[in-house]
C-alpha cells in the first residue's frame, strides 16, 4: 500500500514538472513570434517604468488585453485596458494624420484616405523597424473591404507625426502604445480589436452628418459603436449580406 502511495505521488510530480515545462515552453514560443527590435526594446525600456505606475494609479493591470478606439473627428485614439471583465479607459492620444483625407472610409488604393471600421491587430502586425519610427498594421483590407472591392494596404499606426492614409503618431505617443501592445501580446493576448470611427457616433453628430454619402455605412458602424458603450466589451464581428453584425465576444 505504502509502495503504491509512493509510486502515485511521484507520478503527481512528475506530471506537475512536465506540465510547468510544457507552459514555459508555450509561452517561449509565443513570445519567439512576436516581433523585437533593438529600437523597441530601448523605447519598451524608456516607457515601461511609467506606464506601470500610470496603469496603477488607475486600478489597472501592465499587460492586461486591451482594445483601441480611434477617431478622426477629433482625432483621438484611444486605449482601453480590461479590468473585472470589463474595459476601462487608460489614456487618450492625439492623432497627427494631418493630409490623410476626410470623413469616410478608404475606398481605392492612392485615395489618401484613413480606413474606417473593424479591425484586429496580431503580434505579427507589429512592426518594430518601421520607417516611422514604430508601427502596427491595421489589417486593411479586411473582409468587409473585400467584399466591397475596396482596394490598397499596409495601413498603419505608426509615429514620426506625418503620413498619407496611416494614422501618425508623435515618437513619444507610438512608443507607449507599442509598449502596451508588446506586454498584452507578451502576456498571452492573441490579437486586439481596433475600431476607427469618423466620429463619436451620437444623436448630435448623426443628425449632422445625415446627409453624407456615406450615412449608410455610418449607421452600421454606429451599430458596433453602441455595443462598446452600452457594455463596455468589443464585439465579435463578422460580415453577413455585406454588412457588419456585432455579437457579444467571448
Avoid at 495601413?155 to 501618425?168: E, N, Q, T
Wanted: proline residues 5%.
Amino acid at each position: 500500500m505504502k509502495g503504491e502511495n509512493k509510486i502515485k505521488m511521484r507520478t503527481i510530480r512528475i506530471s506537475a514538472i512536465l506540465f510547468a515545462f510544457f507552459v514555459i515552453i508555450c509561452i517561449s514560443l509565443a513570445e519567439s513570434k512576436i516581433p523585437s527590435s533593438n529600437r523597441s526594446k530601448r523605447a519598451i525600456e524608456r516607457v515601461q517604468p511609467k506606464l506601470e505606475k500610470a496603469f496603477k494609479d488607475k486600478n489597472l493591470t501592465y499587460g492586461s488585453p486591451i482594445f483601441i478606439r480611434i477617431f478622426k473627428e477629433p482625432m483621438k485614439l484611444e486605449i482601453w485596458v480590461k479590468c473585472n471583465n470589463k474595459f476601462n479607459l487608460f489614456k487618450t492620444y492625439e492623432i497627427y494624420t494631418y493630409g490623410s483625407g476626410t470623413l469616410g472610409p478608404k475606398v481605392r488604393l492612392g485615395d489618401g484616405q484613413a480606413p474606417e471600421g473593424f479591425y484586429f491587430v496580431t503580434p505579427k502586425r507589429l512592426n518594430p523597424v518601421s520607417d516611422f519610427h514604430l508601427s502596427f498594421n491595421l489589417g486593411y483590407p479586411n473582409l468587409y473591404d473585400r467584399i466591397h472591392k475596396r482596394t490598397g494596404g499596409a495601413l498603419m499606426v505608426h509615429g514620426s507625426c506625418v503620413s498619407i492614409g496611416c494614422y501618425a503618431m508623435t515618437n513619444e505617443g507610438i512608443e507607449e502604445i507599442y509598449a502596451i501592445d508588446d506586454a498584452a501580446f507578451r502576456n498571452g493576448q492573441s490579437f486586439f480589436r481596433v475600431h476607427i470611427f469618423p466620429f463619436r457616433m451620437n444623436k448630435i453628430n448623426m443628425e449632422k452628418y445625415k446627409e453624407s454619402e456615406w450615412i449608410k455605412f455610418w449607421n452600421n458602424l454606429k451599430e458596433g459603436y453602441d455595443f462598446f458603450e452600452k457594455n463596455k466589451i468589443p464585439p465579435n464581428v463578422e460580415v453577413i449580406n455585406k454588412k457588419y453584425i456585432f455579437e457579444p465576444s467571448e
